[in-house]
């Protein structure tokens, strides 16, 4: 492939996606991930991307707003969710962030009895509030413009006074280096923070989010015990996080 349609190829990718991986598109376009490198470098030098490490990103990459993620895997967040409630005993102290895949699991433990939450969602919190003898904490902080929940500083500060039994924490992505990645370094922050805060510390994200980059890391992510996801891993990514000390579930595989 020529260099220009193979540039297109990228943009287009770029636009759709957000973001991309040099794996991804190496497998895509059918070059060697050095060809790839070199246009993503290019492309950055003529201002259509950011290139980062692992991949790119478009110049005004975000995360989509909660009502556009809602839909988004449906079906694999509800996968996902049954095998991460399955993990939490009754009485637990469960850490869940905010997102789509985090209030799918909520709504899976709506069964459970007596667990104490701590949480920066506010529909979490409503979900799980004032039923079963629950105990829910919300964390304070700033309210978000693209949904219902709560970040910042003093949301860091009131997660770090807690150690709960259990954190379920979303992705922005998840890259083969491996590495745990998001839009903001508010985000960043906020999930690293909640790694350090529970004792099993499971990291809950779509297939979507698998071998994707984001601008920023989080840190912490060798405190993630284990990862549930919705489809069989690549043979990179299988590789990738086999290095780490973590077990990862397959919401699919426990479909069948």
């Known amino acids: 492939m020529l260099a220009e349609p193979r540039h297109n190829q990228i943009l287009q990718s770029i636009k759709t996606h957000g973001s991309i991986s040099i794996k991804v598109l190496s497998d895509e376009l059918g070059v060697s991930r050095e060809t790839i490198r070199r246009d993503l470098s290019q492309l950055a030098n003529e201002n259509k991307l950011k290139q980062i490490r692992g991949g790119a990103i478009s110049l005004s990459v975000s995360e989509p707003d909660i009502s556009e993620r809602i ?15 399955s993990m939490v005993p009754e009485g637990a102290s469960v850490l869940l962030d905010s997102g789509t895949t985090t209030q799918a699991v909520a709504k899976e433990l709506m069964q459970h009895h007596g667990l104490t939450i701590y949480t920066n969602d506010i529909q979490i919190c409503l979900l799980l509030g004032r039923v079963n003898n629950n105990i829910v904490h919300l964390l304070g902080g700033c309210l978000q413009g ?6 910042g500083w003093d949301t860091v500060s009131m997660v770090e006074r ?13 890259s083969s280096e491996p590495a745990l990645m998001d839009f903001s370094r508010d985000a960043c922050e906020l999930r690293s923070s909640m790694l350090k805060s529970a004792k099993t510390v499971v990291v809950v994200a779509d297939h979507e989010k698998m071998d994707s980059v984001a601008p920023v890391r989080v840190s912490n992510f060798d405190r993630v015990t284990h990862i549930v996801t919705d489809i069989a891993l690549n043979k990179e990514m299988e590789a990738a996080l086999s290095s780490l000390s973590l077990d990862v579930f397959i919401a699919a595989d426990e479909e069948m």
């Not at 839909?71 to 409630?85: C, D, L, P, T």
């Not at 693209?146 to 970040?151: F, G, I, N, P, R």
């Not at 807690?162 to 998840?174: K, L, S």
Request: charged share 20%.
């Open 71 to 85: 839909n988004v895997s449906a079906h694999g967040k509800r996968a996902i969710a049954k095998i991460a409630a």
């Open 162 to 174: 807690y150690y709960a039994d259990f954190a379920f924490v979303g992705a922005g992505a998840i």
């Open 146 to 151: 693209h949904e219902d929940a709560l970040s």
